[in-house]
């Protein structure tokens, strides 16, 4: 397999997984966060919490092969593909941060509000959710257009032989 075919194929990889992670991040802002809103909140911690037991491992998943395909596409390109990759993979990081230090912690109270009684601030506390959710949604989608632009534009190839 030549070079080239091994960057596409990373290219496609890289595609495939940030888009599931854009799609996944999308369809929650744009149906699941207001459904939250529009129901009683018993039944909103109660979905949240079972939610996030499924989403626990096949996001992390995916933004696991978004960092780590759009970062190995970045060592393996140069010049502009490089910088695009580059800044995809950074993205999909910041997707993975802001997961695991905003929304999983605010999860884990979500849970346990599920069993008891949430507190009197929750609204802030779940608006806080919403916040997170808005952003690492933002930075998946941006590294989505990323690598769309990537593949729309030049292919990229590997770096240049002496």
């Not at 080239?4 to 991040?25: D, K, N, P, V, Y």
């Not at 695991?100 to 912690?105: D, F, I, M």
């Not at 257009?145 to 534009?153: D, F, K, M, P």
């Amino acid at each position: 397999m030549t070079a080239a075919m091994r960057i596409r194929l990373l290219l496609g990889l890289a595609l495939l997984a940030t888009g599931l992670l854009a799609g996944a991040f999308g369809y929650g802002a744009a149906n699941l966060v207001p459904t939250f809103n529009a129901v009683p909140l018993d039944m909103r911690l109660s979905f949240h919490a079972e939610l996030m037991k499924m989403n626990g491992i096949t996001m992390q998943a995916a933004m696991a092969v978004s960092t780590l395909s759009s970062l190995t596409l970045a060592a393996l390109t140069h010049g502009r593909a490089r910088l695009i990759a580059a800044t995809a993979a950074v993205l999909t990081l910041a997707s993975f941060l802001i997961t695991r230090l905003g929304n999983v912690p605010i999860n884990g109270r979500i849970k346990r509000w599920a069993l008891t009684t949430p507190p009197a601030d929750h609204a802030e506390i779940l608006q806080r959710w919403e916040l997170f959710n808005n952003l690492r949604t933002l930075t998946a989608l941006t590294a989505f257009a990323l690598l769309i632009t990537l593949t729309l534009t030049r292919p990229p190839t590997g770096p240049k032989q002496p």
